[in-house]
């Protein structure tokens, strides 16, 4: 256990959907992170918030939504997606210096 | 984001140690050098971070070269456990209290018994 959370662990959509990742940290770190982890490529950074407020987006296509409402969560929304999209979705949480925890990710499948 | 070079897999006996090497020629005066590993299924774990110094915890110690261009992950004694994908990553200092790290292919470490 990381301290980090992320529901749900598994989820299939069509491309159609609409659907949302959620993570939750419980280690009071000022920034959170959401990565993509495609088969056989490195770790993406998609999204960074600091102190809930947005500070990095790598040229995230805009069906991929991210929202954070407080330090302590963060979540994904997800519309219109592609089959390339297809990955494990993963959470990270971080304060100042420190190394970034992990949660366990999300594996996503669209059809 | 600086860059860093590892080798793509690295075999280790169980119970020997094990050094990961990590080169970052183009390390800056402000980036820290973290390393993380991935188990099999499961989401990147912290492992250690240092800036200049060598570095211990309970997972591993991390010696870091006196020019700073290369660092080393030790791993005391190897268990069937620590099979996994170590990374190599310079995250750079800052004021904002995040982190902007960028993952490369890391090395596969395989622990044979």
């Known amino acids: 256990e990381t301290g980090v959370t992320q529901t749900p662990r598994h989820l299939v959509m069509g491309m159609t959907n609409k659907k949302s990742l959620k993570c939750e940290q419980h280690?009071?770190?000022?920034?959170m992170y959401w990565y993509k982890q495609s088969a056989k490529k490195p770790l993406e950074l998609m999204f960074v918030y600091n102190f809930k407020e947005q500070t990095e987006n790598n040229s995230v296509p805009s069906r991929f939504s991210p929202e954070c409402p407080n330090s302590s969560h963060l979540f994904l929304h997800l519309h219109t997606l592609q089959p390339e999209d297809s990955a494990l979705y993963l959470c990270?949480?971080?304060?100042?210096?420190?190394?970034?925890?992990f949660g366990p990710g999300t594996r996503l499948t669209v059809l | 984001d600086a860059k860093t070079t590892q080798p793509n897999s690295m075999e280790s006996n169980e119970e020997e140690p094990v050094h990961l090497p990590c080169n970052h020629s183009?390390?800056?005066?402000?980036?820290?050098i973290h390393w993380y590993r991935q188990l099999p299924s499961q989401g990147p774990e912290y492992v250690i971070h240092?800036?200049?110094s060598n570095v211990n915890n309970r997972m591993a110690s991390l010696a870091i070269a006196e020019d700073r261009k290369s660092s080393t992950l030790i791993l005391h004694r190897a268990t069937l456990r620590d099979a996994a994908v170590y990374y190599c990553i310079l995250r750079r200092r800052d004021s904002g209290g995040y982190q902007k790290v960028t993952f490369g292919t890391g090395t596969k470490l395989q622990v044979i018994p």
């Open positions: 183009t390390i800056s005066g402000t980036d820290y």
């Open positions: 240092g800036l200049t």
């Open positions: 990270a949480s971080s304060q100042d210096q420190t190394g970034q925890f």
């Open positions: 280690l009071g770190h000022n920034a």
